[in-house]
């Protein structure tokens, strides 16, 4: 099966488009699409997201892990296929996509592709987590998907594939398990912020809804102020604002940059799922 695909990134997050308004792209058939994610044995992504038809919206945001599971939300994803969508004509420049978090809209400006997050939700503050003898202090809540947000005074140095694996299995996470945010505030309104992904299973350029996440912290532990800007691992900027009048962040906002990389004709059944099993 031969598939037409746009490689797209968002801020650092690399993803493969896919057109599936027809509703025959073999989503579910995991092995293939984990070999599709795969550097070096397909085109390689940090997630593979389908354009799909919607009776709630304009369209469906469907969204592939790189080990071909299927997750709720990526942020970046999601103003990836803000642009994906308004470019195939199923989308004006304001649009609601269908998502597994719920209806999420999104709107193409002038500095970059913004869409509304989910409303914050299981925030559990001051967590002192141990792993390999290392004490690590953060705050977990959800934007879409679980976050453990870990403030860290030297970002750079820090071994995050580590202890980013040993946090994001932890049982305090458990069954699911969590994305770990590590960050460092460099000013009132910025911080630098590093992402062990939970499903890539290893750092990712950049995470939209972890960027959310650290925000929010930021926000309601009283260290920051919005608008905030966050630099991404692959270093671009994300924007993200809301409300918080209320001392509890609301109607969250990110925004930042997508571009499209290339595009090309993928041959599914070329691909080695025997390799994507490994």
């Not at 809209?105 to 500095?111: F, G, M, S």
């Not at 290392?134 to 977990?140: I, S, V, W």
């Not at 911080?191 to 930021?218: D, N, Q």
């Not at 595009?263 to 080695?272: M, R």
Request: charged fraction near 20%; aromatic fraction near 6%; proline fraction near 5%.
């Amino acid at each position: 099966m031969k598939t037409p695909f746009t490689k797209m990134h968002g801020a650092g997050n690399d993803f493969v488009m896919i057109d599936d308004r027809a509703l025959v792209f073999p989503w579910q058939d995991y092995l293939r699409m984990a070999a599709l994610a795969t550097r070096r044995l397909g085109i390689g992504c940090e997630g593979i997201i389908l354009i799909q038809p919607s009776t709630r919206a304009d369209f469906r945001m469907r969204f592939l892990n790189p080990d071909g599971t299927e997750v709720e939300l990526c942020g970046n994803g999601a103003r990836c296929s803000a642009a994906f969508a308004h470019r195939l004509g199923a989308a004006g420049r304001a649009m609601t996509m269908e998502t597994q978090a719920g209806l999420i809209d999104a709107e193409i400006t002038e500095t970059g592709i913004k869409v509304w997050m989910p409303e914050p939700a299981g925030r559990r503050y001051d967590l002192a987590v141990e792993v390999d003898g290392r004490l690590f202090e953060g705050h977990a809540l959800t934007v879409g998907v679980p976050h453990l947000v870990v403030p860290v005074p030297d970002l750079p140095a820090l071994d995050v594939a580590r202890f980013g694996s040993l946090l994001r299995q932890h049982p305090t996470f458990a069954p699911h398990g969590v994305n770990v945010d590590f960050v460092k505030h460099t000013a009132v309104n910025r911080l630098h912020m590093r992402t062990y992904e939970r499903g890539v299973e290893a750092e990712s350029g950049a995470c939209g809804t972890g960027a959310v996440a650290a925000a929010i912290v930021a926000i309601e532990r009283g260290t920051s102020t919005l608008p905030l800007t966050i630099t991404t691992s692959s270093g671009f900027e994300l924007q993200v604002d809301g409300d918080w009048r209320t001392r509890k962040c609301t109607g969250m906002t990110l925004t930042g940059p997508v571009k499209t990389v290339f595009e090309g004709v993928v041959d599914l059944d070329a691909l080695s799922i025997d390799d994507a099993a490994k």
